[in-house]
């Protein structure tokens, strides 16, 4: 595995702003995602969090219109997404989701190559500069040697990286990442962290398990509780000890070192050392 190069995007995208009012999504009875509101600014990066079953990954499948809300408004740089066409929504967000599709007979640079689809003509085959673009967006994610492996060779990390470089070379001007950092070694985590924050004219919306990754890398989070909103704003004013035993359950310990502070988690009972 090469390491990632910063290769700078071939065009220069426009990041928009995305507004969710009040969104909802139901499954059957249950409320799965409650009136939750999101304001992310244009290229801001902001932190989905919350426990396991809070609905972070529903709230992202809702953005991207996989689902259909049951109510509420979403904004992209002020348009509906309700109202988008999927084409129309597809050159403007990208997702990785948690556990991308890992079965397909494709090489790694055909993968990424579908990051092109919504720019093409229904038969027209990939131009040099979409292939040109696909390369470069796998070399940005240190990846640049797996091009011509076959997809369901490579381990999850490899896997993980690849359908990032698909989501960049999709150019898009809102990008939503499920767990990212899933699958990846602690020097990839790193470097993913680091890509997410360097990424010019996208704005990213990242669900995120682990909190000091959330303060490390996002402007601004959210945290889901049952589906509710239970906080939102700057990661240093949010993830607090007493929010953290609320929502988590768990004690968080607040320590600082020479580069800003860690959040140390033990259970709630375990006495202090
Ligand atoms: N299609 C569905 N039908 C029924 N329940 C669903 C459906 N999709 C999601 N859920 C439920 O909604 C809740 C939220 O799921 P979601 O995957 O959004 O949570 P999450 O916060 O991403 O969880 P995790 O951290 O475990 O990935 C879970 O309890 C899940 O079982």
């Known amino acids: 595995m090469t390491a990632p190069t910063s290769v700078a995007p071939a065009r220069v995208v426009t990041a928009d702003?995305?507004?969710l009012e009040?969104?909802?999504?139901?499954?059957?009875?249950?409320?799965?995602?409650?009136g939750v509101d999101v304001t992310a600014p244009p290229g801001s990066v902001t932190g989905v969090l919350g426990p396991n079953g809070s609905g972070k990954s529903t709230l992202l499948r809702l953005v991207v219109g996989a689902l259909p809300p049951a109510e509420g408004t979403l904004l992209l740089a002020g348009e509906d997404l309700r109202t988008m066409t999927r084409r129309a929504r597809a050159r403007r967000i990208a997702l990785v989701e948690q556990d991308s599709p890992t079965d397909v007979p494709l090489r790694a640079l055909d993968v990424v190559l579908l990051g092109r689809t919504p720019f093409r003509s229904r038969w027209a085959t990939d131009s040099p500069d979409d292939v040109e673009l696909a390369r470069a967006m796998l070399a940005r994610v240190g990846a640049a040697d797996l091009a011509d492996r076959d997809v369901p060779t490579l381990s999850?990390?490899?896997?993980q990286r690849v359908h990032l470089a698909r989501a960049l070379a999709q150019e898009p001007h809102l990008l939503l990442l499920d767990e990212p950092t899933n699958h990846l070694d602690v020097a990839a985590q790193l470097a993913l962290l680091r890509l997410v924050r360097e990424l010019d004219g996208v704005t990213t919306l990242v669900a995120l398990h682990d909190l000091n990754h959330a303060m490390s890398a996002c402007d601004h989070v959210v945290v889901l509780d049952g589906g509710r909103v239970a906080a939102a704003g700057p990661p240093s004013e949010v993830l607090t000890p007493d929010l953290l035993a609320r929502v988590y359950g768990v004690r968080a310990d607040v320590v600082p070192h020479a580069r800003g502070v860690t959040l140390v988690f033990s259970e709630l009972d375990e006495a202090p050392t």
């Open 17 to 19: 702003d995305l507004r």
């Open 22 to 34: 009040r969104v909802s999504w139901r499954a059957g009875r249950r409320l799965i995602v409650d």
């Open 156 to 159: 999850g990390g490899e896997r």
